[in-house]
T-cell receptor
Framework: DQQVKQNSPSLSVQEGRISILNCDYT??????FLWYKKYPAEGPTFLISISSIKDKNEDGRFTVFLNKSAKHLSLHIVPSQPGDSAVYFC?????????????FGQGTTLQVKP | EAGVTQSPTHLIKTRGQQATLRCSPISGHTSVYWYQQALGLGLQFLLWYDEGEERNRGNFPPRFSGRQFPNYSSELNVNALELEDSALYLC??????????????FGSGTRLTVV
C-alpha cells in the first residue's frame, strides 16, 4: 500500500523555467510534509516542509503547496537552475503519533537543461 | 560539525551471509533511523532507535535487526541475506524533539549488493 505517490518518475525543464513536482497521499492522518533532494552517491537533503495547518510555504526559489482536500502537494522551483537536477522525494509524517517514521514517495528525477 | 557517517560505503555479500552496516549520528542527536532504498522504489522505513531503545520498526522480516550503542551510534544487521536485500541503506539522525522528519539529517548510505 503506497501511501505517498509520486506518479511522474521524471521531469525535464529548461533553465529559467518553472519546475513543478507533484505528490499525492492517501492517509488523512498525515500532518507534516517534506521535500528532500538527492544527488547521486549522496544522502537525501532536506529542502522544504509544510504543516497541514498551512497551504503554502515559501523558501527562496522553492514553494510547497498543500491541498488537503485533494490530498495533494506540489513543489515549485522558480527559476529552475541546472544545479537543481536531482531526484526529489516527497515524504509525510504523522507527527502526533511520533512514530519517528517518514513515508516517502518513489521520487521524481528532475533534469534542468541549460 | 561532522555529518551523519555511514560505513562501509559499499558492501558485497553472498546470499545467506550476514551484513553489518554502521552509522554515527551527528553529535548531540539521540535518534537514529534506518531506511532501505531498493532500485526504483522510494525510501522504506526500517528502524528507529532512541536512547538505546528500539522505538519503531517497519514492515521488514526479523532477519533485519539492529541496535544503538551508548554513544548513540547504531548498527544494522541483516541475516540470511537474499538477493532482494540489495539496496542502498540510509541512516538518518535527529534530536528527539525534532523527530517525525523535522530535522532529519541523512548519511550518504551503504550500497549493499548480494550476489
Amino acid at each position: 500500500d503506497q501511501q505517498v505517490k509520486q506518479n511522474s518518475p521524471s521531469l525535464s525543464v529548461q533553465e529559467g523555467r518553472i519546475s513543478i513536482l507533484n505528490c499525492d497521499y492517501t492517509n488523512s492522518m498525515f500532518d507534516y510534509f517534506l521535500w528532500y533532494k538527492k544527488y547521486p552517491a549522496e544522502g537525501p537533503t532536506f529542502l522544504i516542509s509544510i504543516s497541514s495547518i498551512k497551504d503554502k510555504n515559501e523558501d527562496g526559489r522553492f514553494t510547497v503547496f498543500l491541498n488537503k482536500s485533494a490530498k495533494h502537494l506540489s513543489l515549485h522551483i522558480v527559476p529552475s537552475q541546472p544545479g537543481d537536477s536531482a531526484v526529489y522525494f516527497c515524504a509525510a509524517s504523522h507527527g502526533s503519533s511520533n512514530t519517528g517514521k517518514l513515508i516517502f514517495g518513489q521520487g521524481t528525477t528532475l533534469q534542468v537543461k541549460p | 560539525e561532522a555529518g551523519v557517517t555511514q560505513s562501509p560505503t559499499h558492501l558485497i555479500k553472498t546470499r545467506g551471509q550476514q551484513a553489518t552496516l554502521r552509522c554515527s549520528p551527528i553529535s548531540g542527536h539521540t535518534s537514529v533511523y534506518w531506511y532501505q532504498q531498493a532500485l526504483g522504489l522510494g525510501l522504506q522505513f526500517l528502524l528507529w532507535y532512541d536512547e538505546g531503545e528500539e522505538r519503531n520498526r517497519g514492515n521488514f522480516p526479523p532477519r533485519f535487526s539492529g541496535r544503538q550503542f551508548p554513544n548513540y551510534s547504531s548498527e544494522l544487521n541483516v541475516n540470511a541475506l537474499e538477493l532482494e536485500d540489495s539496496a542502498l541503506y540510509l541512516c538518518a539522525s535527529s534530536s528527539l524533539d525534532r523527530a517525525g522528519g523535522r530535522g532529519y539529517t541523512f548519511g550518504s548510505g551503504t550500497r549493499l549488493t548480494v550476489v
